[in-house]
């Protein structure tokens, strides 16, 4: 599932609930957000706005330590910072100083390094729930990603359009 799926089922599932989504992403249009259920925003804006903030982007040069001090510091006190994209995205030495002083929560399926070193101080932190990379690999899960790719390649063999195709101009920005 691509990053772009996997924040589209967040905000799908967020829509059953009387909340505000909203949405950064700089390649999709205030009406392209509307579409999907979300209202479109600055970083910043996202950040101090927030009670939680999901992350669902691929680890770019542009992305690579998008979230550092300055922007974890414009996050809610007592909000929590979910990340099952990439580690590199936040830069890993603001986000424990954060976690650390206990004013932010996190739940993190990835880090910076991938396997935090043995005596890493979030380890310990009742703010902070870990998870070994797997929140895109449970359950049924993985069945449906299986099914996704047989199904593209029954199309291919069959000289049929693809489902969902990978556009040359889409490739630098995809994880």
Known sequence: MSHRQDRQLVM???QRFDMRV???DPFTTPLQARHSGAHKVGLAELLSHSDVVSIHA???????????ARE????QDDATL??????GIIEQGALE??????????ILDTTDPEVLPPHNPLYQLDNVFL??????????????LTDFIVAELERYSRSVGLKHLV?????????
Request: glycine fraction near 10%.
């Open 12 to 14: 799908d599932h967020l």
């Open 22 to 24: 909203l949405l950064y």
């Open 58 to 68: 691929p680890l770019l040069t542009d992305t690579k330590g998008m979230l550092g």
């Open 72 to 75: 974890l510091a414009l996050m």
């Open 82 to 87: 979910i990340n099952t994209a990439r580690g």
């Open 97 to 106: 100083a954060e976690l650390v002083k206990g004013r932010i929560n996190a």
């Open 131 to 144: 998870t070994p990379h797997i929140a895109g690999s449970l359950g049924d899960e993985t069945q449906r």
């Open 167 to 175: 556009r040359r101009e889409h490739l630098a920005r995809l994880a």
